[in-house]
């Protein structure tokens, strides 16, 4: 057995900075609380279980759910003229039969074999095209199954998967700065470069016969983004993106991600999630009262007390958005924080919304 009381003459321990203290100190267990009845659990429920342990998360809403997947593992769909659709209902890809052979968009991994089998099932011809969304081996880790594809990719994509030198992502056989029209048969896949968004090279690429847009991490249709906006690396252009995506006259939306497709509402829908979200995030930024944090945290650590005020600034922005959208878009209640601190420090770091940390007096 162990005590807590110290010895005589030792100095007392500090407690030890934990998430749970952390929280405490800048308000998300608060925040966790008022949301939990709105989210159908009990406050002792949510105060146990903060982080949304299984069983304790909102109900997934109708608008999120899609096709069910069969048993074989895989679902694939023709969803325009000679277009179809291949997804495990966790990840996404595309795939065109022309007269030339296959042309393929990306190969997650999770789907790996199964793409060779799915194509199986329309068509005798070879993957001849294969076409990098961007170089996330989440999404292309599995590229070296087309081995008699001709590779496409932006520049900039070229230059990443040289420095990881990743057996199962070829380089590419053809890279460009800003648009490439790719041929094939009679179907053309329009590839375009709008500037860095979720990755550097990450490409927006449109069907224009069979107004289809497959653009990556960037729109997730019926559910919010993945954690952190996506993990994008460039959020001014993440934003800016989906009005990219918007001057594209498409009717089906691939967005690589999760249950279902997309259409244009899908778009307006998350521009509508985000603005709320960023307009709280600003709030928070301008109100949150960083006293508060010296509260619990070692006063002679900056990163602690650092921490603890983005944490508590995050926490009041996604308090405010949640219950608004556990019931319009799935998983609102597991990622809205992680989005709302992305958000967060993108609109300090910038946009110069710096909040107490600006220019002193």
Request: proline share 9%; aromatic share 8%; hydrophobic share 40%.
């Amino acid at each position: 057995m162990t005590s807590s009381t110290p010895e005589p003459g030792t100095p007392a321990r500090r407690p030890q900075l934990t998430r749970r203290n952390l929280l405490a100190s800048t308000g998300l267990a608060a925040a966790s609380l008022s949301a939990a009845p709105l989210l159908g659990r009990s406050a002792a429920q949510a105060a146990v279980s903060p982080d949304c342990p299984p069983g304790t998360t909102a109900p997934v809403p109708p608008a999120a759910k899609g096709p069910a997947i069969p048993a074989s593992g895989y679902l694939v769909e023709e969803i325009a003229d000679r277009v179809f659709w291949l997804t495990d209902g966790l990840y996404q890809m595309i795939f065109v039969t022309t007269a030339e052979g296959v042309v393929a968009v990306d190969a997650p991994p999770t789907i790996g074999n199964n793409i060779a089998r799915a194509i199986a099932t329309v068509t005798k011809s070879p993957v001849t095209h294969a076409i990098y969304s961007h170089h996330h081996a989440d999404h292309t880790g599995a590229m070296s199954l087309y081995p008699k594809a001709r590779f496409y990719a932006h520049r900039d994509v070229e230059g990443l998967l040289r420095q990881t030198n990743d057996p199962n992502r070829p380089l590419p056989d053809v890279t460009f700065d800003r648009h490439l029209r790719v041929q094939a048969g009679e179907d053309v896949l329009d590839l375009a470069y709008h500037g860095p968004n979720h990755s550097p090279g990450n490409i927006f690429i449109n069907l224009p016969a069979q107004r289809v847009l497959m653009l990556v991490d960037v729109v997730f249709p019926g559910w919010v983004p993945f954690a952190y906006l996506a993990e994008s690396q460039n959020i001014p252009g993440w934003l800016e993106a989906t009005a990219q995506a918007l001057r594209y006259p498409f009717d089906t939306y691939v967005g690589g991600h999760l249950t279902r497709l997309g259409t244009r509402d899908d778009v307006l829908i998350q521009q509508e999630y985000i603005a709320e979200l960023k307009t709280q995030a600003a709030n928070a930024i301008a109100t949150f009262n960083p006293a508060s944090v010296y509260q619990s945290v070692d006063p002679a650590n900056p990163w602690a007390i650092f921490r603890a005020y983005l944490d508590g600034v995050a926490a009041q922005a996604a308090s405010a958005v949640t219950p608004n959208w556990v019931d319009r878009l799935g998983g609102a209640d597991v990622y809205t924080l992680a989005n709302a601190y992305q958000l967060v420090e993108s609109l300090r770091i910038d946009y110069g919304q710096l909040g107490p940390f600006g220019i002193h007096p």
